[in-house]
């Protein structure tokens, strides 16, 4: 996983509510065995709509989505995590997350910014009304700019979360942590063990 401190680049503006893993990748998706090709099962349902907005030309190669609020509740898949990276997004912005979408989402780089409901709004209708303004996602100061605008709006991020983004830690990354610890534990591990007379077992 990449190290992810700043995220720069155009926005799609998602004005959906309560939009569920579901809807994200639907469930036709599941089957596939590799982790990467999610991108295309994207909103799979939705894109077969011509007025979606992701199918919008002005909003192509954007990296971040910005979306309404309660974004990822329903069931724990992470796909739909993988298919919004695979797809090109890096961050989401929402006034509130399924909680297990947003742990599912630091794990695999995606940065999860939770903003205030009126402010969301108001990102929403500045990248909808300029869908070539640039929004940075700045996750080591929790902070989401809008240059063009004098937009400046803090967002939430638990600092586990931060920890692990800044500096491209999955789980494995964060174990490796502490590995120092763990091998001092198992170098002396073997004499907490009860020993066991020769010949048993």
């Known amino acids: 996983m990449e190290p992810t401190t700043l995220i720069a680049?155009?926005?799609v503006p998602l004005d959906r509510s309560d939009v569920d893993t579901d809807q994200i990748i639907p469930s036709d998706w599941l089957k596939r065995i590799e982790r990467s090709g999610f991108g295309a099962g994207l909103f799979a349902e939705w894109r077969d709509e011509p007025g979606f907005v992701l199918n919008a030309p002005e909003h192509a190669g954007a990296t971040i989505?910005?979306?309404g609020p309660n974004f990822?509740?329903?069931s724990s898949r992470e796909h739909a995590v993988w298919a919004l990276v695979d797809y090109g997004f890096k961050a989401v912005v929402s006034p509130k997350f399924g909680d297990i979408f947003r742990s599912n989402s630091t794990r695999s780089g995606l940065v999860p910014?939770?903003?205030?409901?009126a402010e969301g709004r108001r990102l929403l209708d500045l990248v909808a009304g300029d869908p070539s303004a640039e929004v940075?996602?700045?996750v080591e100061r929790r902070l989401i700019e809008v240059p063009s605008a004098g937009l400046e709006?803090?967002?939430?991020?638990?600092d586990d979360a931060?920890?692990?983004l800044l500096n491209g830690l999955d789980d494995i990354?964060?174990?490796l942590e502490h590995e120092s610890d763990i091998a001092a534990f198992e170098a002396r591990r073997s004499g907490l063990l009860p020993l066991l007379p020769a010949g048993s077992g």
């Open 153 to 158: 709006i803090p967002f939430r991020l638990d």
């Open 173 to 175: 990354g964060v174990t």
């Open 113 to 117: 910014a939770e903003v205030g409901a």
């Open 162 to 164: 931060r920890h692990r």
């Open 136 to 138: 940075v996602v700045d």
């Open 9 to 11: 680049g155009k926005a």
């Open 65 to 67: 989505l910005v979306a």
């Open 72 to 74: 990822g509740t329903g």
